[in-house]
């Protein structure tokens, strides 16, 4: 008797082990004294999922850790900003041309951060920002491509984020996105691993809710990269992805794949019309 109990109380924990309902705050999120888009009307194409609202990721978040992404100088995801403006202004490669040779300066780039992944017409295919990076280090500058999710990477996405920060998300999802899209959601919807989990399993169907003593968000990448404290260093969006499968036992799909190069379009677009906040930081 006292194995089937036991048994019954592990198959409980497998198929529902979020617990202890909590939600997301009130609170404004206002970086720098610029107030950020944190809560609003999901887009239209979310109508079928129920969420009427969408939030960041940041509303789910302790107090003290929400303070940290408020302030500049508080915000440890700044340290790798800084590491990418000299990464910028550094001359490398066979063309012997640095990020400055074609860019006025950072600043040049406000608003791409917002609008990736993104379908490059020339080279049909679509690209995330990540891939551009490397587009822009092979091809304009003959240097070596970074590291999908490396360090340096990570780094130059968080400068680029910081143009963008406060402007809305707007993935485009029509056109040669929409085959993309579609992959996204079928991905972002199909059970995986020994848990048998989704991502809509957690983000859509349980967020507010505790797992691991943490709240689930909405799963809103808005803010990556993100200075996650408890890997005490930023992390790129296929790294958390591959993170989030790995969790469920399952054999992950590699950064910068066709998969998670979807599913990145796919969630995006599930946050379009809140504010870019990279870089953020969560716990």
């Known amino acids: 008797m006292k194995y089937k109990a036991m048994t019954a109380f592990a198959a409980l924990a497998i198929s529902a082990p ?14 720098d004294g610029e107030v950020m888009i944190s809560k609003t009307a999901a887009p239209a194409h979310m109508a079928e999922t129920g969420i009427d609202t969408i939030i ?24 790798a900003v800084d590491q990418a403006i000299d990464a910028w202004n550094t001359v490398e490669g066979t063309a012997e041309k640095s990020c400055a040779s074609c860019h006025e300066g950072p600043e040049s780039l406000a608003g791409v951060r917002a609008v990736y992944p993104k379908w490059n017409a020339e080279a049909g295919e679509m690209r995330t920002l990540a891939m551009q990076v490397n587009n822009c280090r092979t091809e304009q500058m003959g240097a070596e491509a970074y590291k999908y999710d490396g360090a340096q ?23 040669p996105a929409a085959e993309y899209y579609e992959k996204g959601k079928e991905i972002y919807y199909t059970r995986y691993g020994q848990l048998e989990l989704s991502c809509a399993n957690c983000h859509e169907q349980n967020y507010g809710n505790y797992i691991r003593a943490d709240h689930l968000s909405q ?3 808005n ?10 260093g930023l992390v790129q969006t296929h790294n958390r992805f ?4 790995r969790d469920t036992r399952a054999e992950t799909f590699a950064v910068g794949s066709p998969e998670f190069i979807a599913l990145e379009v796919y969630v ?14 969560r716990q």
């Not at 979020?18 to 970086?31: E, H, K, N, R, Y």
């Not at 995006?268 to 930081?281: C, I, T």
């Open 18 to 31: 979020m617990l202890f309902a909590g939600g997301a705050d009130d609170d404004t999120l206002s970086i």
């Open 56 to 79: 960041s990721g940041w509303h789910f978040r302790e107090d003290d850790t929400q303070a940290m992404q408020t302030d500049t100088f508080d915000n440890p995801g700044m340290i």
């Open 153 to 175: 990477m990570t780094a130059m996405e968080a400068l680029i984020s910081v143009q963008s920060r406060g402007m809305p998300v707007n993935v485009a999802i029509d056109g």
């Open 219 to 221: 799963g809103q990448i």
């Open 223 to 232: 803010g990556f990269p993100t200075y996650r404290l408890k890997n005490a």
């Open 242 to 245: 591959r993170g989030c499968i």
């Open 268 to 281: 995006a677009s599930r946050g379009n019309g809140l504010s870019v906040e990279g870089p953020s930081v």
